[in-house]
């Protein structure tokens, strides 16, 4: 079979990947899976529950995945290997220490690392037989974490490309402070303080800087208030970012998207959303931030505020709690 695309959106989290995920899986071709890689603390992959609202073992797109991995799996490493191994191997491997050693990795040069070997090998099983079961050209994988082994050209098997996602890190900050649940588990989402969000902003953005660049004309820079500014101008450059020219779009106007069930894999809640979905900016944290938040989220990120264009002083702008934002 021909080695499906698979883009990957990288950044940090709360700056729209959600809607975006879902909306391009709407075209002709294209899948959203949603966030595949999960580190150490998640779940393995096939307990999770899909976007339709079935378990991914009753799904009818997963469940047929799923088998087709695991023959992937038991004849590439022995017919003891599971899902579980996967997960083992992606808690050696995804993590924030392990962040250098996998950027030093090229594909025409590894250096052994017999967990990554395995992990890569194991993901090039999982994404071509999503592909198969989903009838797929495009893979989109919304997991966001930037030292991916996908978008850093590590995968056999696959064609990489990555939207890096960047939003405002005061907005950011403000969102990680909103409680929200996991339906399918009725658990909290964790919550992080401006100080937290603002390290993991800088971390992730500048690691993804280096796996765009690794990426070069594979890869591209969107910002969330660019894409609200002009959603389908945006959406349309993404498409043609991998190579695809689809016959119709997911849009009712020029702002509204219309979002059929998703086949998304963990995420935020508002993945299983439906319908006609207007893309607004979602503005509230100008006004609920406290001023104290947004000044040490200013002074942490600063560099970087300038190198995104982001304004150092906000306006005085009251929020709208009845705006739709485009999701995360």
């Known amino acids: 079979m021909t080695d499906p695309k698979v883009l990957f959106i990288i950044g940090k989290g709360r700056s729209g990947s959600t809607v975006l995920d879902n909306a391009l899986g709407q075209l002709e ?9 999960r580190r150490w603390r998640w779940r393995p992959l096939d307990t999770y529950e899909c976007g339709c609202g079935h378990s991914l073992r009753e799904c009818p797109i997963w469940s047929t995945a799923l088998e087709l991995t695991h023959e992937e799996l038991v004849s590439e490493f022995g017919s003891d290997t599971s899902l579980s191994d996967v997960l083992r191997w992606e808690k050696s491997v ?5 962040v250098g050693r996998l950027l030093r990795q090229k594909p025409d040069r590894l250096v052994r690392w017999p967990e990554l070997d395995a992990l890569t090998r194991s993901a090039r099983a999982l994404y071509r037989s999503i592909a198969r079961a989903a009838g797929s050209r495009v893979i989109v994988d919304s997991t966001k974490w930037p ?4 978008p850093l050209g590590l995968v056999p098997g696959i064609q990489p490309f990555a939207v890096h996602l960047m939003r405002d890190p005061r907005a950011v900050a403000f969102s990680w402070q909103r409680k929200k649940f996991y339906p399918a588990y009725d658990e909290p989402m964790p919550n992080f303080g401006p100080a937290s969000s603002s390290a993991s902003w800088i971390a992730r953005n500048l690691v993804a800087e280096v796996t765009r660049r690794r990426l070069r004309d ?7 208030e660019d894409f609200v500014a002009e ?12 190579g695809e020219s689809p ?9 509204t998207l219309l979002l059929d069930v998703s086949h998304t894999v963990m995420g935020n809640p508002s993945r299983f959303r439906t319908g006609p979905v207007e893309i607004r900016s979602d503005d ?4 609920e931030l406290s001023r104290g938040g947004k000044a040490a989220v200013t002074l942490l990120t600063l560099p970087l505020l300038k190198a995104y264009r982001y304004p150092l002083r906000l306006p005085r702008t009251g929020g709208d709690v009845n705006r739709t934002p485009p999701g995360t």
């Not at 071709?29 to 890689?37: D, K, N, Q, R, T």
């Not at 995804?94 to 392990?98: N, T």
């Not at 959603?231 to 991998?242: E, G, H, T």
């Not at 509230?284 to 006004?287: K, M």
């Open 29 to 37: 071709g294209f899948f959203s899976a949603g966030e595949i890689w």
């Open 94 to 98: 995804l993590r924030w220490k392990k």
């Open 147 to 150: 030292a991916n082994p996908g």
């Open 218 to 224: 594979r890869a591209r820079l969107i910002r969330y």
């Open 231 to 242: 959603p389908r101008a945006v959406f349309k450059s993404i498409v043609q970012l991998v």
């Open 247 to 255: 016959e119709t779009l997911p849009f009712q106007d020029e702002r």
């Open 284 to 287: 509230e944290w100008q006004s």
